[in-house]
């Protein structure tokens, strides 16, 4: 288990790649797409191709209450380092069946994609998504990585701690606010679960979920990087 600490200084010095970041996401957007879900009704996401086909396939889940959109910034650079990606727009409000549902439905789509290598995915999630994450991870032995940010050991009912111990040896990455204590307590625990590859990056920017994304650029570098060591 490897703990990080991002600094003042290291956001400082990430400044001029924030504003890069904001022209890579102008100069090449997802496009929407929309496919089929389990119950026959129609899911939506935002898909982004990868810079070298076959490529392995990541899926990130959204806050609640949030879009896709909020993952635009780390989707390009995912996509530049040669991942095939889909941004999934939750349909659902709080039921977990339902989330579960939509997740397999997107994991589908990424199969079928002729573009992506279907063997293993990764899933990223945020907030609500993390805990999302996690629990379908935990049923699905082709998710073969982890990123995690925000989760809560219990957020509305989607407990996580016996999904983390379902996941097994499987790597994980968990990201949060020191400013955000409950779920900086849950990825501390979460990453004594199990005996795979686990890490843990705290930052010190006030904010939750993918909004940390934005004010601290640097983690997309590791988000990606995570995936480039794992998938």
Request: net charge positive; with cysteine; aromatic share 6%.
């Amino acid at each position: 288990m490897r703990f990080d600490r991002c600094g003042l200084r290291e956001r400082f010095s990430i400044a001029v790649a924030a504003m890069l970041l904001v022209s890579t996401v102008n100069a090449a957007p997802g496009r929407r797409v929309t496919f089929r879900a389990e119950d026959g009704g129609t899911l939506t996401g935002v898909y982004y191709e990868a810079s070298q086909r076959p490529a392995p396939a990541v899926l990130l889940l959204h806050m609640q209450g949030r879009s896709p959109q909020d993952w635009d910034a780390a989707a390009n650079q995912l996509a530049d380092a040669g991942f095939a990606v889909l941004a999934l727009d939750f349909r659902s409000a709080e039921d977990a069946g339902a989330y579960a549902a939509e997740v397999r439905g997107a994991k589908a789509f990424l199969r079928s994609r002729p573009d992506a290598m279907s063997a293993a995915i990764g899933v990223a999630g945020a907030s609500i998504g993390a805990n999302v994450a996690l629990i379908d991870a935990a049923d699905d032995p082709a998710v073969a990585s982890i990123a995690l940010l925000s989760p809560g050991l219990d957020y509305k009912g989607l407990r996580i701690e016996g999904a983390m111990k379902k996941y097994g040896a499987r790597p994980a990455l968990f990201i949060s606010s020191t400013k955000d204590p409950y779920a900086a307590r849950s990825i501390r625990h979460l990453a004594t679960i199990g005996p795979g590859t686990r890490e843990v990056r705290l930052d010190e920017a006030v904010a939750h979920g993918t909004v940390l994304l934005a004010r601290s650029p640097a983690l997309i570098g590791a988000l990606v990087d995570w995936f480039k060591r794992t998938l």
